[in-house]
């Protein structure tokens, strides 16, 4: 009796084992695309920063600091371009406009 018990815990473990690592696997593949999501959408930011401070003509040089008003323009602006898909990767940005 006690080994008919210890026989079917062993295989309720091995079942165990093999469910806990297909559910890590896929875990393991959701995370590494919603990492890749959130590079690629620092990487559009990044590029669209860029393109705003470009338009921009008060700031000439790229080592002064941005004023606040400047800085306010461009987070509202980019909330509005990409505010969806930031709410998708619980992904904000900052005053020093920075994805958090």
């Known amino acids: ?16 084992y093999f469910q806990y690592k297909k559910i890590t696997k ?4 959701g995370a590494q695309k919603k990492n890749t999501d959130r590079l690629k959408l620092e990487f559009l930011i ?23 008003t400047t800085r306010m323009k461009l987070k509202f602006y980019l909330e509005e ?13 900052n005053d020093e406009l920075q994805l958090i």
Request: glycine content about 0%.
């Open 1 to 16: 009796m006690k080994l008919i018990k210890l026989l079917q815990k062993f295989f309720e473990n091995i079942l165990r």
């Open 26 to 29: 896929t875990l393991i593949q």
């Open 46 to 68: 990044a590029k669209d920063k860029k393109k705003f401070l470009k338009k921009s003509k008060s700031n000439t040089s790229e080592y002064i600091p941005l004023d606040y």
């Open 81 to 93: 371009q990409y505010s969806s898909q930031m709410a998708q990767l619980n992904l904000r940005l």
